[in-house]
């Protein structure tokens, strides 16, 4: 019953070093979604998949870059870290595209950039 | 734009208080309005959901019913428990992919 996984759950950067978040899902939900966590500023979109194949922008994408690697799979890179970068990561899907649906959350990855 | 405010935290409760976390929201159209709770060290799960005007959404003892008139979608709870504190987050969706969410209310229930 694992739902919606993400590694890795910590991780600390020096500003300019890159990495990938990877996200699975065993829901066979079609939409993916990958949302940062600030204090004070709720939950943000950074990217959102649709459907297999399909990405595109959030709210906050600069900085970012995502590959929907199959229907199960969303990941999330950051190729030149930056402080302002510290975030804990979520990512989420849904079954469906339509307004009512469920998102079901992750674990989170909480990143640190020095 | 589209938006959703909720009252700041945190809030304190003694266990058996009666809870209201106020949430009201901006949308065009016709939004889905959601409550999430997050607890510590975990992802933000669905609390209850309503869809339409004068829908309510219960779960666990959590109510909120979708007020139109007051644009609003304040959770209740008649009595905490100490494994209620939790991060909780109302959200809303107007449109395909698009969730809003405000920025949470820190419960602290004490014994």
């Known amino acids: 019953n694992a739902g919606v996984t993400q590694t890795p759950k910590f991780q600390v950067l020096k500003t300019g070093q890159s990495m990938t978040l990877q996200c699975a899902q065993d829901?066979?939900?079609?939409?993916m979604y990958w949302y940062r966590q600030d204090p004070g500023m709720g939950l943000r979109l950074i990217y959102y998949?649709?459907?297999?194949?399909?990405?595109d922008k959030g709210e906050v994408p600069n900085g970012y870059n995502v590959s929907r690697l199959n229907k199960r799979e969303f990941s999330l890179r950051l190729e030149s870290a930056a402080p302002s970068q510290t975030s804990v990561y979520f990512c989420?899907?849904?079954?469906?595209?339509?307004?009512?649906?469920?998102?079901?959350f992750g674990e989170g990855s909480r990143l640190t950039v020095l | 734009g589209d938006s959703v405010t909720q009252m700041e935290g945190p809030v304190t409760l003694s266990e058996e208080a009666f809870l209201t976390i106020n949430c009201t929201y901006t949308a065009t159209g016709y939004p889905s309005l959601f409550w999430y709770v997050q607890y510590p060290g975990e992802g933000l799960q669905l609390l209850l959901k309503a869809t339409k005007a004068d829908d309510k959404g219960s779960n666990k003892g959590f109510e909120a019913t979708y007020r139109k008139e007051t644009t609003s979608f304040h959770l209740e709870k008649g009595s905490v428990q100490v494994s209620d504190s939790a991060v909780y987050f109302c959200?809303?969706?107007?449109?395909?992919?698009?969730?809003?969410f405000g920025t949470g209310t820190r419960l602290k229930v004490l014994a």
């Open positions: 989420a899907s849904s079954e469906h595209s339509g307004s009512t649906g469920e998102l079901f």
């Open positions: 998949s649709a459907s297999e194949g399909t990405t």
């Open positions: 959200a809303l969706s107007v449109r395909t992919y698009k969730y809003i």
């Open positions: 829901m066979n939900h079609n939409s």
